[in-house]
């Protein structure tokens, strides 16, 4: 996972545009995407649509394989309940263009266990219960991880949507050296289904990994893109 001590590596900016962009509404559907196939799948999570956890921690950690697929994702969440008897914790994943989303799979980590997993028949996206084998109290803070494995398709970049505000996310990309980008940069979105503004680029590292660090995290969704050669 990545370490706290991670630091942005932002160069020059290419773009004025915000560092983050409000969503329409604070709904898993219209931040993620996906319209009406994620509306689907949210009707079979109703904790889905909830604000149960507050969300203190995001630690996103994405591996690019020599083909440019997205092969593993890794979070850290560090969650606060924000009432008692809260005991799961629902994730998204919507893949890219060409994504078969059969062949996704999510992976426990620390501290949880995977529930239901429901995937949409004809678009990428899925929803996945993690649960945290406990009841949390109000209050009461949760660290967790786990992991999506998607070789299925090729990928230019990599975004998180954001429901409501998130103290810290820390994402970082590592690509193979078979496989090195020619650019990357920072950007946001009113939503994942609208078009990236360019908010800086960033540097590739001698290790082939770049990275994020944002804090006060507002709605909308944030990513880190980039240009194969």
């Known amino acids: ?4 001590a991670l630091v942005s590596l932002l160069g ?3 773009a004025r545009g915000p560092r983050t962009i409000r969503a329409e509404r604070e709904r898993p559907e219209v931040v993620l995407g996906g319209g009406a196939a994620m509306r689907e799948l949210c009707d079979e999570f109703p904790a889905a649509r909830e604000h149960r956890v507050d969300v203190l921690s995001e630690q996103v950690t994405v591996y690019i394989d020599a083909e ?8 850290a969440l560090l969650v606060r309940a924000r009432r008692g008897g809260i005991d799961r914790y629902v994730a998204a994943y919507r893949g ?5 989303i059969d062949r996704v799979r999510v992976l426990a980590g620390r501290d949880c266990e995977i529930g239901r997993v429901v995937r949409h028949d004809q678009r990428p996206i899925l929803l996945a219960e993690l649960m945290f084998g406990q009841h949390l109290a109000e209050g009461e803070t949760h660290l ?9 398709a090729e990928t230019t970049g990599h975004g998180r949507g954001f429901r409501a505000p998130v103290d810290q996310f820390i994402l970082q990309v590592r690509f193979d050296p078979a496989a090195l980008p020619s650019r990357c940069y920072s950007f ?3 939503k994942l289904a609208k078009n990236r503004h360019e908010t800086g680029d960033l540097a590739l590292s001698a290790r082939h990994t770049v990275q994020l660090v944002e804090t006060n995290v507002q709605p909308g969704a944030i990513g ?3 240009d194969w050669p």
């Open 188 to 190: 946001a979105q009113a």
């Open 68 to 75: 440019r697929r997205e092969a593993r994702l890794i979070t």
């Open 12 to 14: 020059p900016r290419r």
């Open 144 to 152: 967790f991880s786990y992991e999506v494995n998607d070789q299925t």
């Open 1 to 4: 996972m990545p370490a706290n």
């Open 96 to 100: 890219d263009p060409g994504c078969e």
């Open 224 to 226: 880190i893109g980039w």
